[in-house]
């Protein structure tokens, strides 16, 4: 009897085989324990159920069930396990976004990481009473979200996550950068947006970034519109298009810089720090035209004049049809 109670508490109930060194198991929020049971099983990790329900019941796990992802590393008895469990220590999770378009696609890859379906971080970020608070709207609201990997608990909810990335947004935005941006008389949200554009005319070569958002800085002084070959295609919605037409800068939205001056209402992507750092530290100088160079090198030929901005875009127009790119 003895023996048997010992056995219970103490003998090893979960034991890896060699070519397994680590498993993680995920427990739902508001799991029961029949469900913790199911997953242990799952994964081959309970060697006798009997013995981890009976030990559950008398150390109360059974009405204590902490959601998280557990690292199961070694060889555990019954005690051990259920203490690891019980403790709701889990083990945390790199969370890390990049190059994403739009708040819908942004929801998709955070949901694959954490807990949190993308339809509770769709209804979160456009939920009227949180983006009145924070002065936002629909369209901009991903400017919140600074691209980079951050450490979480997998069963983060999308409210705790937003709100996160709402310290590390005022953390990002320090004396320097907020310098920089009441400098360029821009809000640190129309940074973002003019960031976007940028990161989408240049996703090549980064270098090249500073002179782009001085160009546009231009043309924004100038009152110009920007007539920005990313905003049509965001305007489509068609991210497949490798030449803008002249017919795609009739397409009536907001976010068509071709027809309406000034900066859209959104980010046409979540702009990378480098992006906005590029912004911040824009180069001066008076072009207010540029091109894409007909060598397909990556960079651009800059222009202060029409004229000179036609004859680069023949260039590159004559290069487009010879390598035969139509769209």
């Not at 708040?103 to 954490?114: F, H, P, S, W």
């Not at 996160?164 to 947004?169: A, F, K, L, P």
């Not at 017919?247 to 209402?265: A, E, H, R, W």
Request: proline share 3%; charged share 25%.
């Amino acid at each position: 009897m003895v023996y048997e109670l010992y056995s219970r508490v103490y003998q090893p109930n979960i034991v890896f085989t060699k070519d397994v060194t680590e498993k993680y198991i995920y427990i739902p929020t508001d799991s029961n324990f029949l469900e913790v049971v199911t997953i242990l099983l799952e994964h081959g990790l309970l060697i006798n159920e009997n013995s981890f329900e009976w030990l559950a019941k008398q150390k109360k796990y059974t009405s204590n069930i902490k959601a998280g992802r557990y690292k199961i590393d070694r060889t555990l008895n019954n005690n051990q396990l259920i203490n690891l469990l019980r403790s709701g220590e889990q083990t945390p999770i790199k969370v890390t976004f990049n190059n994403l378009r739009t708040k819908e696609e942004l929801a998709g890859k955070l949901a694959k990481q954490i807990e949190a379906d993308s339809v509770s971080f769709l209804q979160y970020l456009t939920d009227t009473t949180f983006l009145n608070i924070l002065q936002l709207t629909t369209d901009n609201v991903v400017c919140l979200f600074i691209p980079n990997t951050y450490e979480f608990y997998w069963n983060t909810s999308a409210e705790e996550f937003t709100n996160r990335m709402i310290s590390e947004y005022a953390n990002f935005w320090n004396e320097d950068r907020k310098k920089k941006a009441n400098k360029l008389q821009l809000n640190y949200y129309e940074v973002s947006i003019l960031a976007s554009i940028v990161e989408k005319e240049q996703n090549i070569k980064t270098d090249e970034r500073p002179d782009i958002a001085g160009l546009y800085l231009n043309r924004i002084k100038k009152k110009m519109k920007l007539e920005s070959d990313p905003t049509l295609i965001f305007s489509l919605g068609d991210f497949s298009i490798n030449r803008v037409l002249n017919k795609d800068k009739k397409v009536d939205s907001p976010f068509n810089t071709y027809i309406y001056k000034g900066l859209p209402p959104g980010p046409i992507c979540i702009p990378s720090i480098n992006a906005i750092d590029a912004v911040l530290n824009a180069t001066k100088h008076d072009y207010l035209f540029m091109c894409a160079k007909e060598d397909f090198s990556g960079y651009h030929n800059f222009a202060t004049s029409y004229r000179k901005h036609l004859r680069n875009a023949r260039k590159y127009q004559k290069a487009l049809n010879k390598r035969k790119i139509m769209r």
